[in-house]
Each structure stands twice: as C-alpha cells, then as structure tokens.
C-alpha cells in the first residue's frame, strides 16, 4: 500500500537515448518528425499524437489538457475543438499557447510554445467531412464545456440527431474546426542518467532558428 503523501521511492533511471550536439546542426521540424516516427512505431505508445495544451484564460488562469494533434508540418500543428469551448474562449483572449509530448516509453519529450489561429473554413470543412459520422454527430451535440443536467441528456440528443441524419449528411457546426499552432520554440528532452538529461532549445530569431544546449 502506498503511504498518502510520500512518493519519494517512485524513481526510475533513463537511459535509452542521447541528443548529440549534431541535432543543433538540423531544423527542429526535422528533429520534432523523426522523434514522432519513433513514437509511431512504438507498439507501448497507444495515441503518438496526443499532446497536453496549456492556455491562459482571461482571469490569467492557466489550464491544461489532452488533444489530438492531427497534422504537423513546417508551417506548424493543427487540432480541432469548439470554438466556444474553454479552451476556444482562451485562445480568442490569448492565443499564446504550449504544446507538450511525452512518450515515456522513449523517454523523450517535445515542448512547443507558439501562438494558436483558426484554420480557414474549408480546411476545416475537410477534416469534419472525413471524421466517422459518430463523430461528426458528436461535434454537433455537444455544447463543450457547458454544463449539463447529466449523462442521459447527450445520449437522447444524440440519438435524436443520429436518427435525424440518416439522411442528410451532416455539416460542420460553424462554432467547430481547427487551430494551426505556429512554433516560436522547441524544447527536445531526451532523460539522461543520473538526472543529467539532455534539453536543446530552439528558438526563431528574425528569420532563422537558432539553439541552445539547456542545464537539466
């Protein structure tokens, strides 16, 4: 049984990778792509593609969560949620945001500060016409982050509008779609021995990138 309070005997020491000083040599979009490769073909990593979102509410409040990451490229990080969501509210206040992977399997994590904008219309008109339609109904009941009476209300609404759309394709809820995250830095750690992990620092100076090796 464990002790409430006292989880000092929880260690675990990490020494499946290294970051060389040659990663300084490549973009971090580069580095953020191979590391996810791995991840993909990691059979412990279930969704590579998770990753924390912090924002910061208007109250100056940070928050934090799990959402699917569902493409990446040079130009940045796209997922999608309600735009009157917690987290939608947030951005529309403050659009600084902080990405975060970790797939402890690799030791490895990916920290990434930018700044979150609304995708166009029909990019997210795309993604919502290839989600499974349970999904899609699923966007259109839900009220995110909004309090309900409980369970049973989603489920009758759900059924309603499933029935409903049997025949007639649904379409994109105007207040849902996507965000692309636009990077200002990286922060690659891969766990060392002896605590001494590796962290190099990316970070976009005018039009370049430069980086730094990081303490632990």
């Not at 259109?140 to 309090?147: C, N, P, R, T």
């Not at 209300?153 to 759309?165: D, M, S, V």
């Not at 379409?171 to 849902?176: A, G, L, Q, V």
Request: net charge positive; hydrophobic share 30%.
């Amino acid at each position: 049984m464990i002790q409430q309070g006292n989880l000092a005997n929880f260690r675990k020491s990490y020494e499946k990778g290294v970051i060389s000083d040659n990663f300084k040599n490549f973009s971090p979009f580069y580095i953020f792509q191979k590391w996810f490769e791995e991840a993909v073909e990691d059979k412990h990593i279930i969704e590579p593609n998770a990753m924390t979102l912090s924002t910061i509410s208007s109250q100056n409040c940070p928050k934090a969560r799990v959402v699917l990451l569902k493409k990446f490229d040079s130009d940045g990080f796209t997922f999608f949620t309600n735009y009157n969501s917690t987290k939608g509210k947030s951005i529309q206040n403050n659009n600084n945001v902080c990405l975060n992977f970790y797939w402890p399997s690799l030791e490895k994590q990916i920290i990434v500060i930018g700044n979150a904008n609304r995708i166009s219309q029909k990019e997210s008109d795309d993604y919502f016409n290839s989600r499974p339609h349970g999904s899609q109904i699923g966007a259109i009941v839900s009220k995110q982050s909004e309090v309900i009476d409980n369970r049973e209300f989603l489920e009758r609404k759900f059924i309603e509008l499933n029935n409903y759309y049997t025949k007639i394709k649904p379409k994109r809820p105007k207040n849902w779609g996507g965000y692309l995250v636009k990077p200002n830095s990286f922060e690659f750690w891969q766990g060392r021995k002896n605590r001494l992990h590796d962290r190099l620092e990316f970070i976009f100076v005018g039009n370049n990138w430069t980086s730094n090796r990081l303490s632990p």
